[in-house]
C-alpha cells in the first residue's frame, strides 16, 4: 500500500493541517507522499522534512504565539494617538492583511529552509502552484523547496506572483486547492486528504479581504469535488468552521481543534 497525504490550501486555516497531522501520526499513519497547495504546501513541507509531528506542532505554536504578540502590540497602538499616519497605516494593516503570523511563518521557513532541496525530505514532497498565463497547474518535486513554496504561496492581491524556470506562478488553489489527482497518478493505492473548507460560510464577504474571500468563495467547487471523490480518505476538520483566509488570530485553536477532531476519526486499514 502506498499512502499519499494530501493537504489543501486555506490560508490561516493552513495551521489546522498541523493538528491533522499530529493525530494521524499518533494512529499511526505515516505517509509514503505529501503534496500540498499554498498554506498545505506550507506544512506539508516541514512535515516532509522534519518527519516529526511533534516538533512540527512546536515550532507552530511558537510562530503562532509569536504573531498574537504582534497582532496584540499593533491593535494598541492603532488605539493610542500617536499621529494619525502611523494610526492610520497600522489600521489598515490589522484590517486589511491580518496577516503577520503568515509572514513570521515563512520567515521561520525560510531560515530553516534555506539551502534545503526536495531531494532532502525524509518522506517524498510536491506542492503545485498556478501559472498565470494559462491557467494550468504546476508540479514543483525539484528544485528549492523555499522557492517552491514562494510561488505555491502567492496568494493574488498579498503576495506577488513568482518568476520560476520562464513562468508566472501563483497560489495553487486558484485552479486546484485539492490536487488528489496528483496523488493517484503518482500510484497511490490510499489517498488522505485534508479539506479545509467549510459548509458553514457566512453571506456575504468581508470587504477588507475581499480578493481572498471572493476566491474562496467562488471557487471552482464543482471541481474540487471531484477531486476529493477521488480520495479514499477525506478529513475535514473545519467543516463548520467560519476563518477568513486571513484571520490568523486563532491559529491555536484550530491546531488544538483539528487535533482533536481527527483523534475521532476512523482510520480503520488506513494506518496499515
Known sequence: MIKALVLGGGGAKGFAHVGVIRALEEKGFVPDLIIGVSAGALVGAGYALLS???????????????GKKLLRFANSAARENRGLLFNAATCFHINTFKALP?????????????????SD??????????IM?????FVHEEGSIFEAL????????????????????????????IPVSI?????????????LSSNNRKVGIDTSNSILEIIDVYKVEEFQRKEL????VVISPLNKRNIGLLDFSSCIELMNESYEETLKFDLIGASQ
Request: charged share 25%; hydrophobic share 40%; with cysteine.
Open 52 to 66: 516529526d509531528s511533534k516538533r512540527l506542532w512546536e515550532i507552530s505554536l511558537e510562530i503562532c504565539r509569536k
Open 102 to 118: 503568515f509572514g513570521l511563518y515563512l520567515n521561520a521557513l525560510k531560515k530553516r529552509l534555506k539551502g534545503y532541496r526536495f
Open 121 to 130: 525530505t525524509r518522506i517524498p514532497f510536491k506542492c503545485v502552484s498556478t
Open 133 to 137: 498565463d494559462s491557467g494550468e497547474l
Open 150 to 177: 514562494r510561488a505555491s504561496m502567492a496568494i493574488p492581491g498579498i503576495i506577488s506572483p513568482f518568476s520560476h524556470k520562464g513562468f508566472s506562478l501563483a497560489d495553487g488553489g486558484i485552479v486546484n486547492n
Open 183 to 195: 496523488a493517484k497518478e503518482e500510484g497511490c493505492t490510499l489517498v488522505l486528504a485534508v479539506d
Open 229 to 232: 471523490a477521488l480520495a479514499d
